[in-house]
């Protein structure tokens, strides 16, 4: 029995795909199914069935798969702790970004890894809070940031800052904007966000409070996205408020005066891996950073 045959496991039980996977690991996808094969037959077990609309665990897969993840954690460890004892740390690592690098700070976290660590090498993968924590969660992410509350099933959450975030419309609606109130924000049209976005439960619970009701009118899934559609007319949205003075001084948009909403930025980590040596240098640099 190999680690890799293990990682493929434990890929294509999480995944529930052979192609998923394979992307995933990084290698084709009859790779992935020999890994399986050679592991099925050395356990003496089926660990899948297989499906043409993918790969759902057996009820021996689905004992074993936990297993494997202890094990691969395990070997993740030890060879932490020696990398430990050896006193230079080496590997890399990934980090997943949930906002702009400038924002996050990234020029000053790679200068101090290069300056302190040379050995570490650090991998960057722009995504979303909810895919970052998720993919932390399956370590295909070593750590992330993310916007609110993530932590819980297997996360550990290190708060970095509170963000404000301004709601904001287009330009030509600054004077509806100045006099208004939640109520009435509430009757003009907004860019919703897609369920797995952060910044959709800060307005449920905001419009809830008030026992008012969104006039929705699109949706995007993504900063640019919300950004770009109330520069076209379309409808109001939160932006960090960074970001929305530089744009209403650039006269793109008009950013409502009233209070911003807050979110937390957080690096997330999963629990079970926090000994490990590579990961606590870098979450002691991202955290030096962040002061």
Request: contains cysteine; aromatic residues 6%; charged residues 25%.
């Amino acid at each position: 029995m190999e680690l890799h045959q293990l990682r493929t496991f434990v890929a294509v039980a999480e995944e529930g795909h052979l192609t998923r996977a394979a992307e995933r690991l990084f290698v084709s996808q009859p790779a992935v199914s020999a890994h399986i094969k050679a592991l099925e037959g050395e356990l003496g077990v089926t660990l899948f069935h297989r499906t043409p609309r993918g790969m759902t665990l057996t009820r021996e897969g689905e004992r074993l798969a936990g297993r494997a993840r202890r094990i691969l954690e395990d070997a993740q460890s030890l060879l932490g702790e020696a990398q430990g004892m050896s006193g230079a740390l080496s590997g890399s690592f990934s980090l997943g970004l949930n906002t702009d690098s400038a924002f996050l700070r990234i020029g000053d976290i790679f200068a101090r890894i290069r300056g302190n660590y040379p050995g570490i090498s650090l991998s960057l993968a722009n995504s979303s809070s909810r895919n970052i924590a998720r993919d932390v969660r399956r370590g295909i992410l070593d750590a992330g940031f993310v916007y609110g509350d993530v932590s819980g099933d297997g996360v550990q959450a290190d708060p970095l800052t509170e963000v404000p975030f301004h709601v904001v419309g287009p330009a030509q609606w600054a004077q509806r904007l100045d006099g208004a109130d939640w109520a009435a924000l509430a009757d003009m049209p907004w860019i919703w966000m897609a369920e797995n976005c952060p910044f959709l439960e800060v307005l449920d619970r905001r419009f809830a409070t008030l026992g008012v009701e969104p006039r929705k009118c699109t949706e995007g899934d993504h900063e640019d996205i919300l950004r770009a559609l109330v520069i076209a007319g379309e409808g109001l949205t939160l932006m960090r408020s960074d970001e929305a003075a530089e744009a209403q001084e650039r006269g793109l948009l008009a950013v409502w005066p009233g209070d911003p909403l807050h979110m937390t930025l957080s690096l997330v980590r999963r629990e079970s891996r926090q000994d490990e040596p590579v990961l606590q240098a870098v979450r002691d640099v991202i955290l030096a950073v962040w002061g």
